[in-house]
């Protein structure tokens, strides 16, 4: 579809003082679906021109050619603003693509795609974010922001691990580590500190499991802790060090 009939599309449906949401709504398409017909990235099928025809009260005839008396040119009526008038909504104050990588900056608004088929969309009816063909966040006309149930899902499990992380947890160790010394357990006063080396590795743990990064993990801390603990127990200092090699296989793996 040309750049004329997305437009057309656009200022009928300003004119009728319809959001995007709403009109996919009344089509029965999904908000994208209105967005590419008005971008000139995809054309409606028959049927939705049929519909939309109706809704704006125009002939499919007008709708697709315009009318004869129609000056492209004349902006008389229609005062250029950002993403009203025919000639300004059309030109492209920046357009560049590598690959499958695309980002465009006009008087639409802004429209990014990356690689991985990730796309943002920011313009005058909000911001859209569209992942692997769905949509995961967008902000209604009314100011809201709306969340896929996967994104919801997500941000609630964040939560539920944010506890984890207000957990006092070097106040437990300390806790601990009076009760080794005083009932003389793990080590007693001499080698009971080695729990306070565990600090690090809860919370590094905590966020490894909420960002899914196997690498925030503080690996080093765990092999030092475990060179110590087989040291002073085994008296294996020799070859326990050999352990200290793994740091840098460990992290070459998680990479």
């Given at each position: 579809?040309n ?62 050619k ?8 004349n ?14 909504s ?28 990730t ?36 941000e ?14 070097p ?8 009760l ?7 080590g ?47 008296n ?14 460990f992290?070459?793996i998680?990479?």
């Amino acid at each position: 579809m040309n750049i004329e009939i997305a437009n057309r599309l656009l200022q009928y449906r300003k004119r009728m003082g319809l959001s995007q949401e709403e009109l996919a709504e009344k089509i029965g398409v999904s908000r994208q679906a209105v967005s590419k017909w008005e971008r000139a990235e995809a054309a409606p099928d028959t049927d939705n021109l049929i519909e939309l025809s109706k809704i704006y009260g125009v002939s499919l005839d007008e709708m697709l050619k315009g009318r004869p008396e129609e000056d492209p040119n004349n902006t008389a009526e229609d005062p250029p603003t950002a993403g009203n008038s025919d000639t300004d909504s059309t030109s492209e104050v920046f357009n560049a693509e590598d690959g499958a990588e695309k980002v465009h900056i006009g008087f639409y608004g802004i429209h990014v795609q990356d690689k991985n088929g990730t796309k943002v969309d920011v313009d005058r009816n909000g911001v859209f974010v569209e992942e692997n063909g769905e949509q995961k966040v967008y902000t209604g006309t009314d100011g809201h922001i709306h969340k896929s149930p996967d994104i919801i899902e997500k941000e609630n499990e964040h939560k539920r691990g944010s506890l984890w992380l207000k957990l006092p947890y070097p106040i437990v160790t300390v806790i601990a580590y009076i009760l080794f010394g005083t009932l003389n357990v793990m080590g007693g006063w001499s080698y009971g500190w080695i729990i306070f080396l565990t600090i690090p590795l809860y919370y590094t743990l905590v966020k490894a499991i909420l960002m899914r990064k196997v690498k925030v993990f503080c690996y080093p801390v765990l092999v030092a802790m475990v060179y110590l603990i087989i040291g002073f127990a085994f008296n294996w200092w020799h070859p326990g060090w050999v352990l200290f090699l793994t740091i840098p296989l460990f992290y070459w793996i998680v990479d």
